[in-house]
């Protein structure tokens, strides 16, 4: 170490000590928030993406870490409301297909997403029901567009058994989720931080009780963003003798 470093590390440390230990306590959260998980890129751009400026969905950041667990490669993927969620979703699920009702976004959108995704504008009151029309069942429908309540209506007809909806901003729509839980799926509610926003955001997955989809890794949960690696097992295997 040379005695410039020297200095430089001295002077940082006498700095750390004149900080107040919740002061750097807070520093260290919003850096987690604005660097890692990315708040601070979609602040700037406006428009839901990750500490790298990949394209994410407009969740509830514990729902978009537990959903990138989630081997999607085979499964089929229906969104009511189109946006950076269908850039995410194609990148990682067999297929694609999401509805809008915006033509101004739709246009947009179109310009954005794979050939492989199939994107149609429905502008008019048939928007909910345009699932029904589809002949096949889907293994993850995301309701995060116009009409949730007819929307979840006819999603519960076309989830297939082990699948899963998503519902956006949940706590905003009580009447919507009560339809969900009545079609007898399992609610779980993440709530926390989101891009762009600033309040706490909600979104709820609704399980097919024969829920199953696979990890992607041998391991899950995956060490997330502002996570520390475990350093040793910490009870995690069995001390019995035989």
Same mark, same amino acid.
């Given at each position: 170490m040379t005695i410039q470093s020297e200095r430089q590390s001295a002077v940082k440390k006498f700095i750390r000590r004149l900080i107040p230990s919740r002061v750097q306590a807070a520093r260290i959260c919003l850096k987690i928030l *604005?660097?890692?998980?990315?708040?601070?890129?979609?602040?700037?751009?406006?428009?839901? !993406?990750?500490?790298?400026?990949?394209?994410?969905?407009? $969740?509830?950041?514990?729902? /978009? *870490?537990? /959903?990138?667990?989630?081997? &999607? #490669? *085979?499964? !089929? /993927? +229906? =969104?009511?409301? @189109?946006?950076? #969620?269908?850039? $995410?979703?194609?990148?990682?699920?067999?297929?694609?297909? @999401?509805? =809008?009702?915006?033509?101004?976004? +739709?246009?947009?959108?179109?310009? &954005?997403? #794979?050939? #492989?995704? *199939? &994107?149609?504008? /429905?502008?008019d009151n048939s928007y909910p029901d345009e699932i029904l029309k589809i002949d096949e069942n889907f293994d993850v429908i995301i309701i995060d567009g116009r009409c949730r309540y007819d929307c979840a209506t006819a999603a519960v007809k076309k989830l297939k058994n082990g699948g899963i909806i998503i519902l956006d901003d949940s706590d905003w729509f009580p009447n919507t989720t009560r339809v969900l839980r009545e079609a007898n799926l399992i609610q779980v509610d993440l709530s926390g931080f989101a891009p762009i926003n600033l309040h706490i955001h909600t979104t709820s997955f609704f399980l097919h009780r024969d829920f199953d989809f696979k990890p992607i890794y041998n391991e899950q949960p995956q060490n997330i963003i502002g996570s520390i690696k475990r350093p040793f097992s910490m009870g995690d295997v069995s001390v019995k003798n035989d």
């Open positions: *604005e660097s890692d998980y990315g708040y601070k890129n979609s602040i700037e751009t406006q428009s839901s !993406v990750d500490g790298k400026g990949n394209p994410i969905p407009w $969740f509830a950041y514990p729902a /978009i *870490e537990y /959903i990138k667990q989630l081997d &999607l #490669s *085979e499964k !089929v /993927i +229906f =969104e009511y409301g @189109s946006g950076n #969620s269908t850039l $995410f979703w194609e990148t990682r699920a067999k297929r694609v297909m @999401s509805i =809008e009702h915006d033509e101004k976004w +739709f246009n947009k959108m179109k310009t &954005l997403v #794979s050939p #492989s995704t *199939e &994107l149609k504008l /429905i502008s």
